[in-house]
């Protein structure tokens, strides 16, 4: 199964949670928002795809671990001091990491 379809299915699953919790029409509208991009996103990968077989491209341990960095940098905008400290460290160790690998 896509993962992109996967996460239109789990937003499609909160939204409605979250439509009989609490009824906020933004909030509804923000979910199907989010629903209708990924859907988009799922629908032209698919029309791209010309091989039925898939490969998986290399993955770098430095980028993942700087989008996570990036990730949490920005968590902690919103949730206080510790995760921009946490998000910062490890934005910097995968740059790090990304630098070393781009030598090599």
């Not at 968590?75 to 995968?94: D, K």
């Amino acid at each position: 199964m896509n993962a992109v379809l996967a996460w239109t299915s789990l937003l499609a699953l909160l939204a409605v949670i979250n439509w009989i919790w609490t009824g906020d029409a933004i909030q509804v509208a923000c979910f199907g928002a989010a629903i209708f991009a990924a859907l988009t996103v799922t629908l032209a990968v698919h029309a791209r795809r010309r091989s039925p077989v898939e490969t998986l491209p290399l993955l770098s341990s430095g980028a993942v671990m700087a989008a996570a960095g990036l990730g949490l940098l920005v968590f902690g905008l919103s949730f206080g001091e510790f995760p921009i400290i946490a998000g910062a460290v490890l934005l910097i160790g995968g740059l790090a990491h990304v630098a070393i690998e781009r030598r090599h």
